[in-house]
């Protein structure tokens, strides 16, 4: 069971306290072992079952702190802007071959675009080595956000939305996106 904390504000901060205010759950595929050719660097990475361990493992240990998921901009480029900030992501797992992220939409806008399908992909930002906010040390690879856009930068992923049934076995689908 992974246990999480949030930092509050003191009483006679102008920032509220976080609450869970429920939101939009959405399964993604983000990420699939192989070869890889970044659109934007043009740099090769060989995206192994160990690398989607140690994003995983990251993740879990909260190596980044709060993982957002935000909107892609006007020319498909990601930003960590707390302005287009739609929600967070909750889980990061995968099968051995896909890398999957759960994200927790909170901007309705943003969800009901989702279930409606006219958002359908999402792109990781990741770090391949980076430094913990934790630590300070080096860990590896490390999902830094999720970005919801039109067009992801690696098109070829297949990603859709996915859902599990009761069993926990994933099953795939045309969009997941369900009211929390």
Request: proline residues 6%; glycine residues 8%; contains cysteine.
């Amino acid at each position: 069971m992974t246990t999480s904390a949030v930092i509050t504000p003191d009483t006679g901060s102008e920032f509220a306290e976080l609450a869970d205010s429920g939101g939009t759950l959405c399964d993604k595929h983000t990420l699939s072992v192989g070869p890889l050719r970044h659109p934007a660097t043009g740099r090769n990475i060989d995206v192994t079952p160990q690398m989607l361990d140690q994003i995983c493992h990251n993740f879990d240990a909260g190596e980044v702190g709060p993982v957002s998921v935000q909107l892609a901009d006007d020319k498909n480029q990601h930003s960590e802007s707390p302005l287009n900030t739609a929600g967070r992501v909750t889980k990061v797992w995968h099968d051995g071959k896909r890398l999957f992220t759960r994200l927790e939409v909170k901007d309705p806008k943003v969800a009901e675009k989702l279930r409606q399908g006219l958002i359908p992909g999402s792109s990781a930002m990741l770090s391949l080595n980076y430094s913990s906010a934790k630590s300070g040390r080096k860990v590896g690879a490390t999902l830094l956000h999720q970005a919801l856009c039109v067009r992801p930068w690696i098109a070829d992923l297949g990603i859709s939305c996915r859902s599990r049934r009761r069993t926990g076995s994933p099953r795939t689908g045309s969009c997941c996106c369900r009211p929390r």
